[in-house]
């Protein structure tokens, strides 16, 4: 039997998605994550927007037209948040966030929950779920070690779809690295709040960090609070021998008034003080970020002030976003902006990224980086340096770290003079 495990969203998603495909492994299923022909397909899903949710069920319904007599089990966020959609649509059987590791038994779980099944609010995991080692396709291994977030920003669903934090023991997270140290070159520890990992278990990142000297492995952070930067934890990095010194640092807004209105807990000039304190560690660490535009109080102003300290912070890379109205959020109740008011400023931003992702990547030109490459495409590898550069390699092989010597921008990154 084959099955498809099909991930949307962040990568606490596909740590998720990870543990399912290691689940049905043992079960001696023949698993990808591709979407193709299969006889069952776990589609787990997405909610950070309205388009996420779209993109969730569109995928459904191509696994239908893929194998109209396949089974199609629904999980996560998008399924947390509104089953019916699913439902509607003749989803098998759909879970939400919490035990979804329960879908590698499909065969006792029960089938064709209709659409009055789907009415209720699936309970969110109270403590954090274990699954044991996950297995990937891909070439680094993300480890998640947190889950759950209660920072209740006014325009996100996700609290309110993991549930509170909680986090992984640190004996789980080290056996977990010392499986895959045998094999993976590079690890990405992950958390949907993984700033505030351990805070429920008198542990935190430092400490976290502390304990992975022992691996010969590249460990990677993934998405921080601005709360979370400061010297132990930095200090903690600089001796982490593997540690790749790629710090994305959530912003959202770079106009104090916006950030109030959004209920995020700090200002910009606090946060540009993080991104110094980091920078006295690591002069040349990429800071990428995520930026949200067309929040419904955004002003012009607002947008000038946000894109002017951006331009200040000298951002590597920025995942600029529009905003997405979320039902059940503080932001859902305000009046959004016109829709050309949106385009202008996503093409702006998205013309700021360009710029600042150009300026930073040039500064590594004609200097060595060392690169794990990934994956192949139009005849080229690319990869990522430590600080997190996509460079496009004709020379070199998949999974291999290769110290290369950039001499020009192409595509998204930079490519090597063969």
Not at 143 to 149: A, E, L, P, T
């Amino acid at each position: 039997m084959k099955v498809v495990v099909y991930t949307l969203g962040c990568k606490v998603n596909q740590y998720d998605s990870d543990s399912i495909i290691a689940g049905f492994l043992k079960k001696g299923y023949a698993v990808t994550d591709k979407m193709e022909r299969a006889d069952v397909y776990v589609i787990n899903t997405c909610a950070v927007t309205a388009e996420a949710e779209r993109k969730s069920r569109q995928i459904m319904q191509r696994a239908k037209s893929l194998n109209p007599d396949a089974k199609i089990f629904v999980v996560g966020c998008a399924s947390q948040n509104n089953p019916k959609q699913f439902a509607d649509k003749g989803a098998d059987c759909i879970l939400g966030t919490a035990n979804k590791i329960a879908v590698c038994d499909f065969d006792s779980l029960p089938l064709k929950s209709n659409a009055n099944e789907c009415q209720y609010s699936f309970p969110t995991a109270k403590v954090f779920e274990e699954t044991g080692v996950a297995s990937t396709f891909k070439t680094r291994h993300f480890i998640k070690v947190q889950d759950g977030c209660d920072n209740f920003c006014n325009y996100c669903l996700v609290p309110y779809l993991r549930g509170k934090p909680r986090s992984r023991s640190l004996e789980n997270i080290l056996n977990e690295v010392s499986q895959v140290a045998k094999s993976a070159k590079e690890i990405v520890l992950t958390g949907i709040n993984l700033s505030a990992y351990g805070s429920d278990i008198n542990l935190d990142l430092a400490l976290l960090l502390d304990a992975l000297k022992p691996y010969d492995i590249r460990v990677r952070l993934g998405s921080l609070e601005v709360n979370v930067v400061d010297d132990r934890l930095l200090y903690a990095a600089k001796n982490l021998g593997g540690f790749c010194d790629h710090f994305h640092l959530s912003l959202q807004s770079g106009s104090d008034k916006v950030l109030r209105e959004m209920n995020r807990h700090y200002t910009s000039s606090e946060y540009f003080s993080a991104v110094e304190k980091i920078r006295s560690y690591f002069p040349e660490a990429a800071i990428t970020t995520d930026l949200i535009v067309g929040y419904p109080t955004e002003t012009d102003k607002d947008f000038a002030d946000s894109l002017e300290f951006a331009d200040k912070v000298a951002f590597a890379d920025m995942h600029v976003f529009t905003f997405s109205p979320r039902k059940g959020t503080e932001a859902y109740k305000l009046k959004p902006l016109d829709s050309k008011v949106l385009a202008k400023r996503q093409s702006e931003a998205s013309a700021l990224k360009r710029k600042l992702k150009d300026k930073y990547n040039s500064s590594f030109l004609g200097r060595p980086l060392e690169v794990l490459f990934e994956s192949e495409s139009n005849g080229y590898m690319s990869g990522h340096s430590k600080n997190y550069i996509t460079v496009y390699s004709k020379g070199a092989r998949h999974n291999e770290i290769k110290t290369v010597t950039p001499d020009k921008l192409f595509s998204d990154g930079v490519t090597v003079k063969e």
